[in-house]
């Protein structure tokens, strides 16, 4: 199993980005997938969710409207759209697979059993 993320990098406020994250070793499309981020000296948290078969998206309230969570099931890809970026947004982003997830634990990171090595976004004038 590997998940590996790109696509980081520095963003100035109000900017945007995209990640990726590239699936192999599993059935990606069996799988609910998000996204979390860890700020220096932070808890890891949760930023959005995909459920498999590309239904439901959830997000956290800190980003909605802002942050767009989308997957490709053909290509076992996993996509963050950014805008309007803010400084309070900088973080190591992290995608992340769980074969089955319920709505009050689809947040959690402890429900997610692979994780990728992470890509820096830092956001700054």
């Known amino acids: 199993v590997q998940l590996v993320e790109s696509g980081g990098g520095l963003a100035q406020p109000g900017g945007s980005l995209g990640l990726s994250c590239a699936a192999s070793g599993f059935n990606f499309r069996s799988y609910d997938m998000a996204w979390f981020r860890q700020a220096p000296g932070k808890e890891r948290e949760f930023v959005a969710a995909i459920r498999k078969y590309g239904g439901a998206t959830y997000y956290a309230d800190s980003v909605k409207g802002r942050f767009t969570i989308s997957r490709d099931n053909n290509k076992s890809t996993l996509s963050l759209q950014m805008n309007n970026l803010k400084p309070e947004d900088t973080a190591v982003y992290y995608c992340?697979?769980?074969?089955?997830?319920?709505?009050?634990?689809?947040?959690?990171?402890?429900?997610?059993?692979?994780w990728g090595q992470g890509t820096q976004v830092t956001v700054s004038s």
């Open positions: 992340a697979a769980a074969s089955s997830t319920i709505t009050s634990t689809i947040v959690r990171a402890g429900s997610y059993t692979h």
